[in-house]
């Protein structure tokens, strides 16, 4: 069974650091993308970035360039985002999202249950 | 990176069909057979539905169905079920290899 589990949110102060983690269970890591998706509260999704299967290529929103670092450490089956500068509007939940790039579309197939980052004085 | 436009609601009756509709541009939906769709119930994660405009994956009813005109994706949900009443959410790659979502458009069963 293929699970996300995402760990690592809290409430942090505008201009603070928080990293993200994912530990993915029940599927072969090393051969998804995979993505963090975001949803503030009450509103729609927004990709926030994606990671291709050993880490060279990467992309992100222009909302979180220059600021967020999704990265991953296939050795210890982990992904992460590094999250730097946060803002009021980064508060979300932030959901870990395998994609499944066997199709044309690379559609996000499994997502987790989310983490939920809340930035605040 | 603009979101794709969807409308915020749409209601229908049990045993009807409603479609929901997601528009873009050339840059994504027009450009590429790259749109799928997912179902969201109120404090649960997303779920995909529809994949490469119309696919649909293993366990997701029939009664779910997708396409795409031009700039313009369609779901339709045909026997509406209770269980239908959720968030649903279009998605498309880009040509700048990024995503974007559609807006959302909440599903009400009468």
């Known amino acids: 069974e293929v699970q996300l589990v995402e760990s690592g949110g809290g409430l942090v102060q505008p201009g603070g650091s928080l990293r993200l983690s994912c530990a993915p269970s029940g599927f072969i890591f090393t051969s998804y993308w995979m993505s963090w998706v975001r949803q503030a509260p009450g509103k729609g999704l927004e990709w926030v970035a994606n990671i291709k299967q050993d880490g060279s290529d990467k992309y992100y929103v222009d909302s979180v360039k220059g600021r967020f670092t999704i990265s991953r450490d296939n050795a210890e089956n982990s992904l992460y985002l590094q999250m730097n500068s946060l803002r009021a509007e980064d508060t979300a939940m932030y959901y870990c999202?395998?994609?499944?790039?066997?199709?044309?579309?690379?559609?996000?197939?499994?997502w987790g249950q989310g983490t939920l980052v809340t930035v605040s004085s | 990176q603009s979101a794709l436009t969807q409308p915020a609601s749409v209601s229908g009756s049990p045993g009807q069909s409603i479609t929901i509709s997601c528009t873009g541009t050339?840059?994504?939906?027009?450009?590429?057979?790259?749109v799928s769709w997912y179902q969201q119930h109120p404090g649960k994660a997303p779920k995909l539905i529809i994949y490469d405009v119309s696919n649909r994956p293993s366990g997701v009813s029939n009664r779910f169905s997708g396409s795409k005109s031009g700039n313009t994706a369609s779901l339709t949900i045909s026997g509406l079920q209770a269980e239908d009443e959720a968030d649903y959410y279009c998605?498309?790659?880009?040509?700048?290899?990024?995503?974007?979502f559609g807006g959302g458009t909440k599903l009400t069963v009468l």
């Open positions: 050339s840059s994504d939906i027009g450009g590429y057979n790259y």
């Open positions: 998605s498309s790659y880009t040509s700048s290899s990024t995503v974007v």
């Open positions: 999202v395998r994609i499944d790039c066997s199709v044309s579309s690379c559609p996000f197939d499994y």
